[in-house]
């Protein structure tokens, strides 16, 4: 816009006047009182983000502009026509001068040999130096993206990341949902949503991850497949399906159907040309395969087979350094092996299949925007850093010695006050004992009579090892329990093998098994049924739960904070506590009552068998579900933390009314605590 046009508008409810500097790289405001003033508000062209305008159908016009992590609105105050000619002459200015400013830069990461590389998209199909422009220009684009990932001010106020997010988890919506109907009403919508994603920015950014990944390339002729449809005449014909999508891959993987389709479409029809394509030597060609003498030939398709294998990736131009260019260290070369790298080098060996996929795999890549290398397009040669990291150090004479040397000395004389000829006490024991006397003990030890034998000398394992039989044990756990003379019990000794002993080991494997299978079904999401409640009243009880914790958080965060302004929506909180713990009676309540329609629905069983059979049944109270005990079990720690929280709170209260009542002024709860 030239300076001589102006557009009046209002910004924060002051006149002025929007303007465009001449070289269109500064958006001004001027306002209008005083007059002469200079522009309040400067905003680069190039910091622009997004630009939003009101709908046609809008009696006001206004234009709001996006910087980084502010906004500008802009408020046109001419009449409506003229107000909207105005606003879409400036915004059409602004979006030609970020368009331009943006194509500059694609062509500046452009290569120089991809600019001037010849032939065109309708000869050959291939990339240009365009497209590759284009890539790299996604590229930074993408990675200003990337970065707004980790940015957790975008990510707090992303309403539409944040409503898609909701929208694909259920539990999380429903969780919104069911807090944002309970909250107080000290507590505002903003203020209760900050709270709430301000804890949940890790599933923010991982969402936003997710939806900016896509599908990358596939080699699209292998999923082009005939079908064998039943026709009308009671015969299986074949049939091709293609999608738009798989052509455009097709095209731009191989850029010899590309071609063959522009010079062959004018004189043939498209299904005719893919019809004959796909049963083509050509096809063969690019996936392949050996053509064989029966394949039928086709004299508008074969002219191209010489060209196809030829047709290499096109891609980004740049420079390989020869210190890792294997083809180019090839030359100095003196050693090989029988069949060495037969399979990478593109002229020994007779295998079509290993060329088209090399060359494939080589293009697709070349379609991939090299995000890990912003220095692609530099000056061909290796700068000193990269020269430093590739130079081979291990043949350098002269390189410094950075091992770590270690100075190992003798401690044994800091330990324990000895000197370093002193032994130890068990040392200095064993040296006064006769090896021959200890010998002999150990003999001792070991015949039947000292370990457990019977009269005839024989050992018996059972007494070597102090296993009783039941009576034994009985009368010893007996003697064991006997009072003694001071009233006190006398403990003896447990032996091995024993009835006592094997009890124990018995119980304690079994409550090793119980704890392994009690944390088995712990890790997974436990079902209604183990619970002993139906899946409406744990439903109603998860939402209950979810909607107190949510709560709590936003308590502790409020009442640790110290912030004096907050004691008002504090106060709001302890309530919203205090009838959670009304919600989650009230849940109890229900599945007390839902377990006492079940037990009465069993009672008339039981009376209508005996009636019928004349035997009795006992009522099994376990099929009709935990109830009331179930529902405190289960949520006995979101209750103790209720508690907990309220008596902080009045605890808190309470000390800060004293201080009140000593010095005067009004008490604010949780600031006293946070400061101590």
């Known amino acids: 816009m030239p300076p001589t046009t102006r557009a009046s508008v209002a910004y924060k409810k002051k006149d002025g006047s929007l303007s465009v500097a001449d ?3 500064y958006l001004f405001w001027t306002p209008a009182a005083p007059p002469g003033a200079s522009p309040s508000v400067t905003v680069p062209v190039a910091d622009i983000t997004n630009l939003q305008q009101t709908p046609e159908s809008s009696p006001k016009v206004a234009l709001k502009v996006f910087v980084k992590e502010e906004s500008y609105v802009f408020s046109f105050t001419a009449a409506r ?21 943006k194509a500059k830069d694609a062509d500046k990461l452009a290569p120089p040999a991809a600019a001037a590389a010849p032939g065109t998209p309708g000869q050959d199909g291939g990339d240009t130096g365009q497209s590759a ?14 970065d707004a990932w980790y940015d957790d001010g975008r990510l707090k106020n992303d309403f539409q990341l944040q409503r898609s997010l909701l929208t694909s988890n259920k539990a999380l919506n429903d969780r919104f949902t069911q807090s944002l109907r309970e909250k107080p009403e000290t507590v505002t919508v903003p203020q209760f949503t900050a709270q709430f994603w301000s804890t949940r920015l890790h599933l923010l950014r991982a969402h936003a991850i997710e939806k900016a990944q896509k599908e990358g390339e596939y080699n699209v002729l292998p999923e082009i497949k005939h079908t064998s449809v039943l026709g009308e005449d009671g015969q299986y014909h074949k ?3 293609v999608t738009k999508e798989q052509i455009g891959l097709l095209f731009k993987q191989y850029p010899i159907v590309r071609r063959a389709f522009d010079e062959c479409t004018p004189k043939l029809k498209p299904e005719e040309f893919w019809a004959r394509f796909f049963g083509s030597r050509l096809l063969k060609k690019l996936k392949g395969e050996r053509i064989e003498r029966t394949d039928p030939p086709d004299g508008v398709l074969d002219r191209y087979l010489d060209e196809a294998g030829n047709v290499g990736p096109i891609g980004l131009g740049h420079s390989v350094p020869h210190v890792i260019d294997l083809e180019g260290n090839e030359q100095n070369t003196k050693f090989r092996v029988n069949r060495e790298g037969w399979e990478m080098s593109a002229n020994r060996h007779d295998q079509p299949i290993l060329h088209v996929l090399n ?7 070349s379609h991939v925007a090299a995000n890990d290398n912003q220095q692609a397009h530099a000056p061909i040669g290796l700068d000193e850093e990269t020269f430093e990291q590739l130079q081979l150090r291990d043949l350098a004479m002269n390189d410094v010695d950075n091992r770590v040397v270690l100075n190992v000395r003798d401690q044994q004389q800091y330990l324990a006050g000895q000197r370093e000829d002193d032994l130890s006490k068990d040392a200095r024991l064993y040296a006064t004992q006769d090896p021959s006397k200890v010998l002999s003990s150990l003999r001792s030890d070991l015949l039947p009579d000292h370990l457990g034998s019977d009269d005839k000398g024989t050992l018996r394992l059972d007494r070597a090892i102090g296993y009783h039989t039941d009576d034994e044990s009985d009368s010893e756990d007996e003697s064991a329990s006997a009072p003694q003379t001071k009233g006190a019990t006398a403990k003896s000794k447990p032996r091995i093998g024993s009835h006592n002993s094997l009890a124990t080991a018995t119980s304690f494997v079994l409550s090793s098994i119980q704890q392994r299978r009690h944390h088995a079904s712990a890790s997974s999401t436990p079902t209604a049924a183990s619970l002993g409640l139906s899946q409406t009243i744990l439903d109603q009880l998860i939402i209950t739960h979810n909607t107190t914790t949510e709560f709590l958080h936003y308590f502790w965060t409020l009442f640790l904070s110290g912030d004096a302004s907050k004691s008002t929506e504090l106060q709001g909180l302890v309530s919203t506590l205090d009838r959670s713990v009304d919600r989650i009676n009230a849940v109890a309540e229900q599945a007390e009552a839902e377990r006492q329609r079940k037990l009465d629905v069993q009672r008339e069983k039981v009376k209508e068998y005996e009636k019928r059979t004349g035997k009795r049944r006992r009522v099994d109270e376990r099929d009709a579900g935990s109830g009331k005990a179930g529902v405190e079990v289960l949520v006995r720690p979101t209750v103790e933390a209720l508690r907990a929280a309220s008596e902080a709170y009045r605890k808190a209260w ?3 009314s004293k201080e009140v009542g000593l010095g005067g002024g009004t008490p604010v709860p949780g600031v006293a605590a946070a400061a101590g």
């Open 133 to 146: 422009a284009m890539t790299f220009a996604k590229a930074v684009s993408a990675r200003e993206a990337e």
């Open 654 to 656: 309470e000390e800060q």
């Open 239 to 241: 049939t091709l399906n």
């Open 23 to 25: 070289d269109r790289k």
């Open 359 to 365: 060359n494939l795999s080589e293009k697709m890549m």
């Open 81 to 101: 026509e003229q107000a909207r000619k105005e606003q879409e002459s400036v915004t059409d200015i602004l979006r030609d001068t970020i368009a331009n400013a």
